[in-house]
């Protein structure tokens, strides 16, 4: 596939910034700006666009929509890179309609993808595990992109109608165990790779908050709703809002996107917030209605450290500070300390592995100049010599480490470094 004139110009371009602003970074740019784009987008025999995360052959909402995010601002400099970004809008919309409760997808029908005990199923479909963020990430990758070009060809009926799915999806979702038959069975595997009570999920009450059945990782929530993908559904039913009104002149879906995120919202702050004896009012990441809760952040994206990313909340918000400080601490149980680095790891890749989009994301939403240049330093003596981004590695070593080539962490840090090198 060829690629677009203006990535490779502008990855020799910020090379070159980087050169005299940030000179440990520019090794790493040209290899992490482009690494979406050179291993995997690819063209199929329909002519749209088809993107896989990285070592798995499949295509993830949220991480396709996460690796183009820093192609988005360069759109409208070249044409082919808008008909990329166009095609996987409308691919995102063809795969919700589809089923909007799968979080993967494959590029053409096959029989090779998980064989799970759920209440749909359809050989488009690599996994079916419910995730809030999958369908926010498809309204986010459209309204920058929107808002960015103003091209309005994506407003198509299927796109109309995907947002219509997303926001009875949510709704449906407020009352999980009341209106969803949704569940989700996995057998002859760990236990967070499925659903308990039936495939139900355990219980929860309503909030106002929408139910997950799992989080960005991959791994299923313990208290059902979490209050990261509840922040993202908030910012994402806004965006929707927007493109309703700009898009198709919907007053009435229009009106349902805000008067739900509006609901979603005070969901979270009755909910989703925490006293705690030490730091103040935190956000907590999970919860379930009954009083349970989970204190403790996830190196996935969206995660309660990217609040201000999501656009949320402002990096001084009180509450987000005080979680701030919370989840970057030994009092966050997936926070770790070690001779190569110190960050934020996930319990899907276990004890003592750090992850290279939660150190990313750390310089992406912090306000210190100190903090930011200790997060440059730890991601460019961690890459075990490759000059590109991992899923995690270890605290004291990092060439021990998981997935080689995970484009999402490689995108987002490109990200980083774009700032740096315009700011």
């Known amino acids: 596939m060829d690629i677009p004139k203006i990535l490779l110009q502008k ?38 666009y088809f993107v896989i995360t990285g070592d798995i052959p499949a295509m993830w909402l949220r991480d396709s929509a996460s690796q183009l995010t820093h192609y988005i601002r360069y759109a409208n400099e070249d044409e082919n890179l808008k008909e990329i970004i166009r095609s996987v809008i409308a691919r995102h919309a063809k795969f919700v309609c589809l089923d909007p409760y799968a979080n993967a997808f494959n590029a053409v029908p096959n029989s090779k993808s998980h ?11 690599w996994e079916r595990k419910y995730e809030v963020d999958s369908l926010c990430a498809s309204l986010y990758l459209a309204h920058q992109y929107y808002n960015e070009t103003l091209d309005t060809s994506i407003f198509t009926e ?23 038959t949704y569940y989700f069975n996995r057998t002859d595997c760990p236990t ?34 979490l209050v990261p993908s509840n922040m993202m559904a908030v910012c994402a039913l806004k965006k ?9 002149e919907d007053t009435k879906l229009e009106s349902e996107c805000r008067s739900l995120a509006f609901d979603i919202d005070e969901g ?12 103040g009012k935190i956000f907590v990441y999970e919860t379930d209605g009954m009083g349970n809760m989970l204190l403790m952040d996830d190196a996935n994206s969206p995660s309660l450290l990217s609040a201000p990313y999501l656009g949320y909340v402002k990096p001084d918000n009180e509450i987000y500070q005080n979680t701030r400080r919370f989840i970057l601490s030994h009092n966050n149980p997936w ?6 680095a110190k960050g934020i790891g996930s319990p899907h890749t276990g004890t003592d592995k750090i992850w290279h989009i939660s150190l990313t994301m750390q310089a992406l939403t912090s306000t210190d100049p100190e903090e930011i240049k200790e997060c440059i330093r730890m991601l460019t003596t961690t890459h075990a010599g490759a000059y590109l981004m991992h899923e995690s590695f270890n605290k004291n070593d990092d060439t021990d480490f998981t997935r080689p080539w995970f484009a999402w ?4 840090f490109a990200e980083l470094m774009i700032r740096l090198a315009e700011e």
Not at 115 to 125: Q, R
Not at 335 to 340: D, K, M, N, S
Not at 409 to 412: I, K, Q
Request: aromatic fraction near 14%; charge should be negative.
């Open 11 to 48: 990855a020799d371009e910020i090379t070159e910034k980087l050169k005299i602003k940030h000179p440990e970074l520019a090794p790493f740019f040209k290899g992490c700006f482009l690494n979406t784009i050179e291993t995997t987008v690819t063209k199929l025999d329909d002519g749209g």
């Open 115 to 125: 064989k799970d005990e759920t209440d749909f199923s359809h050989e488009l479909i």
């Open 158 to 180: 299927e796109f109309h109608e995907m947002m219509w799915k997303i926001v009875d999806v949510f709704k449906k979702e407020q009352n999980h165990f009341k209106n969803s």
């Open 192 to 225: 967070i790779d499925t659903l308990p009570n039936e495939g139900k999920g355990n219980d929860v009450l309503y909030t106002g908050m929408t139910w997950s059945g799992f989080r960005p990782s991959d791994d299923r929530c313990l208290y059902g709703y």
């Open 240 to 248: 929707a809002a927007q493109m309703a009104n700009e898009g198709y």
């Open 268 to 279: 979270i702050k009755e909910h989703g917030v925490y006293d705690h004896d030490s730091y």
């Open 335 to 340: 926070y770790f300390e070690g001779a190569v």
């Open 409 to 412: 962490a490689n995108s987002l």
